[in-house]
DNA sequence: CTTGATACG
DNA sequence: CGTAGCAAG
């Protein structure tokens, strides 16, 4: 079944693998062309430009892996590779799908280097959420969830605290098919993470990332018009998208450096989207806007495969 | 997926394919040599010896495919040359898993020249159990069950009728983890079904074949000591063997014609069962003692692969 | 289309 | 270990 896996992901995503090669999903990119004052990442290998040497900085890497135990099978994709490549200090995951009898045995194996790591499952549906934030330094603080019973059986978030900033990791309810659980998350979740995260930044600066489960704006969407009542980019979600954390003083990193960006993050599999670029930016970082200026490059690394989702970084200087 | 699966198969049962390679299991056989006047089918190939040519005879051919959906994915099968190499007849298939709705389009596409397929499958659980039987031959007539609402939601039966004889193709209920079906096994399905073919055949003789889901005696299992209280060869099971089935007339055909033969028709994928012949003999053409006499030979082809059953062979002069 | 849990073998 | 249906995305 291992072999099986591997030889299938590397036919089925071929292109998109270790090997960095450019793959179609960049190809249609606007990224504003590089120019004098640039300090968006490089439209080419889609990596960002280095930090001064004497310059303190951290670098973030987040993403949604659908299924944690079926990444690690895929012969393309090493957490290692991955970690000496895009060097990151902090990696958060989202949809790890783990349950918790099964942490144990693939933390102590998954990233030497980085022995702080906190993980979350859904209780409530075994393989079901769950995010991780897995780190170089060690945390001064960890909590799970946000402290109300109805948001944290799902696994879906972790706050970690640093010396400047609180980092939270968090995989948002989708609304669902026919939008069943929308109340749910625009109604509750949205509004108590917002409330979550202003509580924090009574004492630090914030930074809210991963798959928020929604792409905010036209641009950040292949088909804005046929999605309207799509889970993920309903007027309602993009409405509390603003409401609750774009104009609660939270800046969306990525917009931000790449104003004018076509730049997607997911691409369901249902259709071929990664090789046709049918993609939506459904992965952020969110910083205060304290911290704003702070953000050296937010950028996307869609020629990492192995999930529908490609990683999101940001680089944070200190 | 196609792919996937096909390749999958390649690395996983290597030795196992179409070339008919000779494996692991046949070389523990302990088959008694081909001697003067040896009827039975050739260790070395595994298939019997030729039928005189003016003798009149029909060769039927009984599969366990394990989802026959997946059997049909595999690169390393064809049911074409499987037809060709084996030349059988009537094709009876158990454990289809199919559901009422994707009969059609698999009826059409399985084997041009067996234009005679009759289908029954599972109404009650979904994609589980189901029988086919396939034919060259047009049968005088056809019976899905046998008349008993109890045994008869599971597609378990299909009883074609010959000029000269019954033929049943049947999967037989394995009693389960934990035995939990075995009173209904032993005490409903096989008097039941022993008492169907009684009725039967006092028309025409019957051949029953299928998976019986019983390893008779301890020659016909790996490990007999083992697996006393496993499904399938448990006294309970292998006592309503002989009184439903072989007490009432019918006889094993492979076992009258190699009586010494060691020789499975099931491997458990579980512990590498195949590679290491630790088998089961669970698949059986019985027939009525009127024309046990008529039977060329019977066989077993382990040598065929994608499933975790082989196939068993019948020849019976007409 | 893909993951994972579950039933069944 | 493997097939299949199911929930979820």
């Not at 098919?177 to 202003?198: A, C, F, H, Q, V």
């Amino acid at each position: 079944t291992r072999v099986e896996k591997k030889l299938s992901s590397r036919i089925t995503k071929a292109g998109v693998t270790e090997n960095l090669s450019v793959d179609e999903p960049w190809t249609v990119l606007t990224h504003k062309k590089p120019q004098k004052g640039w300090t968006g990442y490089d439209p080419k290998t889609m990596r960002p430009p280095p930090v001064a040497a004497d310059t303190p900085h951290m670098k973030f890497l987040s993403w949604n892996v659908n299924g944690l135990r079926a990444l690690l099978k895929l012969e393309s994709f090493s957490a290692l590779q991955l970690a000496q490549r895009e060097d990151f200090d902090v990696l958060c995951l989202q949809e790890t799908k783990l349950q918790e009898k099964d942490v144990n045995a693939i933390r102590e194996t998954l990233l030497q280097g980085y022995d702080n790591s906190y993980w979350t499952c859904s209780v409530s549906k075994l393989g079901y959420s769950g995010t991780a934030i897995i780190s170089r330094i060690k945390p001064l603080s960890v909590r799970y969830g946000m402290g109300i019973s109805d948001h944290d059986s799902e696994g879906r978030l972790v706050t970690l605290e640093f010396d400047n900033f609180y980092l939270l990791n968090c995989y948002v309810p989708n609304s669902g098919d026919g939008l069943r659980r929308l109340p749910y998350r625009i109604g509750e979740w949205d509004t108590s993470l917002g409330n979550y995260m202003k509580d924090l930044e009574q004492s630090k600066p914030v930074i809210l990332t991963g798959d928020l489960n929604c792409a905010h704006e036209e641009i950040d969407i292949f088909n804005p018009a046929g999605n309207k009542r799509s889970a993920g980019f309903t007027d309602e979600e993009r409405k509390s998208f603003e409401t609750n954390f774009l104009g609660r003083g939270f800046v969306d990193t990525f917009r931000k450096q790449h104003p004018n960006a076509v730049a997607y993050s997911y691409w369901g599999y249902r259709h071929g989207g990664r090789r046709t670029n049918k993609g939506w930016r459904l992965d952020y970082f969110l910083v205060s806007e304290s911290i704003s200026d702070k953000v050296h490059d937010a950028y996307i690394l869609p020629d990492v495969g192995g999930s529908d989702h490609s990683p999101v970084g940001l680089i944070l200087k200190l």
